[in-house]
Each structure stands twice: as structure tokens, then as C-alpha cells.
T-cell receptor
Framework: GDSVTQKQGQVTLSEDDFLFINCTYSTTTYPTLFWYVQYPGQGPQLLLKVTTANNKGISRGFEATYDKGTTSFHLQKASVQESDSAVYFCALFNSGGSNAKLTFGKGTKLSVKS | AQTIHQWPVAEIKAVGSPLSLGCTIKGKSSPNLYWYWQATGGTLQQLFYSITVGQVESVVQLNLSASRPKDDQFILSTEKLLLSHSGFYLC??????????FGPGTRLTVL
């Protein structure tokens, strides 16, 4: 089955630092990959979508890129702000059959200190 | 614009008691609907999905059931709660096989 590995459980940065979160995945299909952000007490929000066609997505200053050779995709931001503090999940989308199944990584908790 | 509403916002229930959680999507016709469960500090695990009224598929067995009585409504329930049911329940929708959008969630505490 599909799997997603997100090894960084927690990342602590200062404002204006560079952010890099990596995910690796395993699937037998052509994947569509997502990054979701979850603020405390809220549901996850879609942040970025990356497909094998475009290899890259950009939103709200975040950039997600995909590397088929290493079956990895990562999230980066040049300069984080305190308001970026949240949990970031990578997710693999598999539309096999009639279930559009999202397989989530374990999440990376980002804490940004001012 | 589409809106997704979940109720209640939070519940505190006793072990062995029944549970019913609801989700409503407005502004989207015939969406795919999903239920997810999230342990505190954990990842999201898909529980059920539905592509049409009256049809619900189970993904994980957790002594829970789901129903879709209307096109815009998804219900999660159980007759007997367990301690392990505590967590954050999230409803999501998608348009066919596109990206999924999540509701605000229901926090459940089982004592």
C-alpha cells in the first residue's frame, strides 16, 4: 500500500530563518502530493498541491517541489514568520478505485520564535 | 463558496454511551465526503468515505459507523463509546477525485 514518511517531528526556528521539511513516499501509481497546514484546534488547510506534471507548487510564500528520482517532496519557505507556527502534513493522493484516499505523514510541528 | 460545518464543536461523553457527530457541506453538489480521526498530536486516519447518498464505505474498523442521509450531510455514530474513541474528528469533502477540504472538527473526550 501507499506510505508517506515525514521524519522531522519538530522544527524550531527564529523569524526570517529558512524552512525545509522533507517527505518521502512509496506508491505504485503516479502520485499527486499535498501539503496541509493545521493550526491548533482547527482542521487542516490545503497549502500546496504538487503533481508529477508540474513538479512544483507555490502558495503564501511556501514552495513545494517533487523529485521523482528520490520519491521525495519537500516544503520550503525562505523566511518564516511567527504566524507560520503550526503543524505541517505531507499527504499522498491515490485515486485508485472509488476512494480518493489521502495517506498522511506524521506531521512536523513548526515553532517560530520572534 | 463552499462551507463545511461540523457539530458539535466538542463533546465529553462517558464510556459506553452513544455518540452522533454531524457534518454539512453547503455550496457544492454531490461531493465526495470523508470522515477522519486524529489522536492528540497525531496524524490523520481516514475512517469512511461516501461518493453518493446512501452509500458509505468503511476504511478502518474502529467500532464506528457512518451514514449519508442527504447529499450534503454525513453522520458518524456509535452505540457504545470506548476510551480509544477520544480524539479529533474531521469531516472533509472533495469534488470527485480532487483535493480534499476539511471542516473545523469535533473534539471528543471519552471518560
Amino acid at each position: 500500500g501507499d506510505s508517506v514518511t515525514q521524519k522531522q517531528g519538530q522544527v524550531t526556528l527564529s523569524e526570517d530563518d529558512f524552512l525545509f521539511i522533507n517527505c518521502t513516499y512509496s506508491t505504485t501509481t503516479y502520485p499527486t502530493l499535498f501539503w496541509y497546514v493545521q493550526y491548533p484546534g482547527q482542521g487542516p488547510q490545503l497549502l500546496l498541491k504538487v503533481t508529477t506534471a508540474n513538479n512544483k507548487g507555490i502558495s503564501r510564500g511556501f514552495e513545494a517541489t517533487y523529485d521523482k528520482g528520490t520519491t521525495s517532496f519537500h516544503l520550503q519557505k525562505a523566511s518564516v514568520q511567527e504566524s507560520d507556527s503550526a503543524v505541517y502534513f505531507c499527504a499522498l493522493f491515490n485515486s485508485g478505485g472509488s476512494n480518493a484516499k489521502l495517506t498522511f505523514g506524521k506531521g512536523t510541528k513548526l515553532s517560530v520564535k520572534s | 463558496a463552499q462551507t463545511i460545518h461540523q457539530w458539535p464543536v466538542a463533546e465529553i461523553k462517558a464510556v459506553g454511551s452513544p455518540l452522533s457527530l454531524g457534518c454539512t457541506i453547503k455550496g457544492k453538489s454531490s461531493p465526495n465526503l470523508y470522515w477522519y480521526w486524529q489522536a492528540t498530536g497525531g496524524t490523520l486516519q481516514q475512517l469512511f468515505y461516501s461518493i453518493t447518498v446512501g452509500q458509505v464505505e468503511s476504511v478502518v474498523q474502529l467500532n464506528l459507523s457512518a451514514s449519508r442521509p442527504k447529499d450534503d450531510q454525513f453522520i458518524l455514530s456509535t452505540e457504545k463509546l470506548l476510551l480509544s474513541h477520544s480524539g479529533f474528528y474531521l469531516c472533509a469533502w472533495s469534488q470527485q477525485y480532487a483535493e480534499q477540504f476539511f471542516g473545523p472538527g469535533t473534539r471528543l473526550t471519552v471518560l
